[in-house]
């Protein structure tokens, strides 16, 4: 029998669902499937979002997308109000460690449902503790290294980046929510990369805006605040293109990044977020680098319905690589014009 925890006190549960379709066949029963995200605040995981609604309504399955609002009691009531409802597959994008532990536990005493973790890697131990735990992700190390790439390349290109030309590139850095490996690794690789690099960097302040653009703008205003203008900035890395986004906005009203050659820092983001993207094109951002969700969705989606089903998830069933036998990658990828 079933074990459930019953504890739900379910409250304000943000609930996007994709119906099955109105007329299925005689035989076609359409699956059940429930998503957690750790926030409704956070532009990157709401596009992730919408391509795996898509997936989901592609194969006519009923996906349940709960919002936790970075509160640990919402994300596991949420948890426990999908298994309550029969959700065959979970699929978490946790808030913490710990919270991944949660979901485990959770499938784990409910008929070893798969949990498909995804974006917000939980410890390795944690993946290997349970036969149905599988990450979709991507490597965070690569993306700050292909930052590093294109802040490179745009340099050599534009030694007059150095406005002040005291030989360094002084540098703001905007750092993604404390403590998660995608901030960790990628500020790591960026700036061991900066190290290697031979262009002198300096950095000016490393300051966390939270994976947001009007956070990303109040933390640069700040620090043209407490230095005198921006005559001494040369750079802003983002962890991510929300965040780069806000960057630009308070340059630009600041008269910076509007077409002017002699007012111009260079910024740099992840993600390629659409707007990232067309300011790519329209220069005023120097690049991004893809973060991959819609391959990263449908490869989560793939194994949420292979798994439920009790069907095997390997390279040949999921058409993609698995590593450490449940885990999958996706390539980022850089973008510059
Ligand atoms: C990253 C993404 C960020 C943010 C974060 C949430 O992979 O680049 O924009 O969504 O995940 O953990």
């Not at 019953?6 to 409250?11: A, E, K, P, Q």
């Not at 805006?209 to 605040?225: C, G, H, Y």
């Not at 998830?313 to 993609?320: M, N, P």
């Amino acid at each position: 029998m079933r074990k459930l925890h019953t504890s739900l006190l379910v409250s304000a549960l943000a609930v996007a669902a994709v119906s099955a379709p109105a007329l299925l066949g005689s035989q076609a029963v359409a699956a059940n499937y429930a998503a957690s995200i750790y926030s409704d605040g956070d532009v990157y995981m709401r596009n992730y979002v919408n391509s795996l609604m898509s997936y989901a309504k592609e194969n006519g399955d009923r996906l349940v997308v709960n919002y936790a609002n970075e509160d640990l009691a919402q994300e596991m009531n949420q948890l426990e109000l999908a298994v309550v409802r029969g959700a065959e597959a979970l699929i978490v994008n946790p808030i913490t460690t710990s919270s991944g532990a949660y979901a485990i536990e959770l499938a784990c005493s409910n008929g070893e449902l798969p949990v498909i973790f995804i974006n917000r890697k939980p410890s390795d131990e944690l993946l290997k503790s349970y036969v149905n735990a599988y990450y979709v992700g991507s490597d965070p190390s690569e993306s700050g290294r292909y930052q590093v790439d294109i802040i490179n390349q745009y340099l050599q290109a534009h030694p007059e980046a150095d406005r002040n030309a005291d030989g360094e590139i002084g540098y703001l850095l905007l750092q993604g929510e404390k403590g998660v490996p995608d901030t960790v690794m990628r500020t790591l690789s960026l700036e061991s990369g900066m190290e290697a690099s031979p262009i002198t960097f300096k950095q000016l302040a490393k300051v966390s805006a939270d994976w947001k653009f009007t956070e990303a703008s109040r933390v640069t205003s700040d620090f043209a605040l407490r230095n005198n203008g921006l005559d001494n900035l040369e750079l802003i890395v983002a962890n991510n293109d929300d965040m780069a986004l806000g960057a630009l906005d308070y340059l630009q009203s600041q008269g910076y990044n509007t077409g002017n050659p002699d007012k111009f820092i260079p910024i740099v983001g992840i993600d390629g977020l659409d707007r990232a993207v067309k300011a790519v094109e329209e220069g005023t951002l120097i690049g991004t680098v893809k973060n991959d969700f819609d391959t990263q969705a449908r490869i989560a989606f793939k194994i949420a319905a292979l798994a439920a089903e009790g069907k095997s998830v390997d390279k040949t069933t999921l058409g993609a690589f698995l590593y450490n036998g449940n885990e999958v990658s996706v390539p980022y990828l850089k973008i510059t014009k």
